[in-house]
Structure formats: C-alpha cells, structure tokens
C-alpha cells in the first residue's frame, strides 16, 4: 500500500497546450494556397507573416490593428495579410496523430483536464465551436489572448492554477515549446516537453494517469 507520501505525489490533473500538441499549426498551411511559387510563399512568411507578428494576437492585440501596420509595411501584400483573419483556421491542421485517442483515455480515466493555449481572443471562438468534440472534455481552458498575458510568462500559469483550482506540484502541464515548459517548472508544474503522442502516453503511464 502506497505511503501518504506517495500517494500525495501522483498527479491528480492534466493541461495541455493547444497548438502543436493536439492540432497541427503552421501558416504554411493557409499560404500554401494562396502562394504558388515555393520561393515567395518562404520569403512572404520569413519577412511578413512572421510568428513574432502573429505573436502579438495572442498578447491580446486585435488583427485589425496588426493587419493595419503590417499593410503599411508591405502595401503589395495587403490582400495576403487581409486573409489572415478571416482564413485563420485554414492555418490550423488537422489533430496530431495519436492525440484525440489520448485525451479519450484520460477522459475516460476520469482525469481532469484543461488547457493554457496561447491564441488570439478573436480567433479562439470559432476554433473552439469548430473542436467542440475534443474541447468539450475540457472543464477549462485559459486562452493568452483574453488575458492579455502569455506562456511563457509564469503568470499565466499561476493565473490558471488558481482558476483551475488545482496544486502545481499534482498538475502535469504538456506543451511543445521549451520556453513554455521552462516557465511551466517554474511555478512547480510537472511539466512534459511534447514531441509524440507514443512518448507523450508513455509519460503519462508512468505517472499513473493512463494505461501503457
């Protein structure tokens, strides 16, 4: 029979980061269709519609705004960064292999689950209507853009825990991004750095949250 003290060690809850864990997300994928040339459509995503611009949606900042400076920039381009908001799920893949099947087991575990996603205020509800089948399993989700704070900032984490009503130290928290896992340990989350979900099922199985 489990000590207290390893029996208060188990983790009790589980967060997953959204993007690259549960669903492909790459700009490629929308561009690709609207950029023929292999060339342009690298240089327009290098030069234009970088992570870093995007960046600023998930900090709370409306595309609106965004798409205005970045036209300014590059006025020859101002129908390509136009689509970016009203084609923003078209970036958005399909789910990651072996994924759904894995949150379907925790489900089925009676496991918690939430989510710390770092997405855009305007971009996330439609998203999230779209994956009702997989995000109605969630009992929360702390979406970056709406909080106008982001991973890997260790206050979005805090502010989740809190909301979540849940102890770091028995919360597993999944992302893809070093950083985010970085500032995840931080605030004393037993964080796991994603890259498959054979791996990721592994990790989990020997926390004792899912069959091997």
């Known amino acids: 029979m489990p000590t207290a003290d390893v029996a208060a060690a188990v983790p009790t809850a589980v967060i997953f980061d959204v993007g690259r864990v549960l669903y492909d997300w790459d700009p490629r994928i929308l561009y690709r269709r609207l950029i ?7 240089a327009f995503l290098r030069d234009v519609v970088t992570h870093d611009w995007h960046f600023q949606h998930d900090a709370g900042r409306d595309f609106a705004d965004t798409s ?4 300014a920039l590059h006025p020859q381009h101002a129908e390509l960064i136009a689509a970016w908001g009203p084609r923003f799920l078209e970036s958005i893949g399909d789910p990651i292999p072996g994924m759904p099947a894995l949150v379907d087991a925790l489900d ?15 971009f996330w509800p439609p998203f999230r209507a779209r994956e009702a089948a997989m995000f109605d399993r969630f009992r929360d989700i702390v979406v970056s853009g709406v909080e106008k704070m982001v991973k ?14 849940l102890e770091a130290a028995r919360t597993v928290f999944i992302d893809d991004n070093a950083a985010n896992i970085a500032g995840a340990r931080s605030v004393g989350l037993i964080a796991l750095h994603f890259t498959d979900a054979p791996t990721l099922r592994a990790e989990l199985a020997a926390l004792g949250l899912v069959a091997a």
């Open 36 to 42: 023929d040339d292999d060339r342009a459509l690298d």
């Open 68 to 71: 205005a400076e970045l036209v």
């Open 108 to 122: 089925a575990a009676g496991v918690p689950l939430f989510a710390i996603t770092n997405f855009s205020y305007e």
């Open 152 to 165: 890997p900032d260790p206050a979005i984490y805090r502010l989740a825990l809190d909301r979540f009503g």
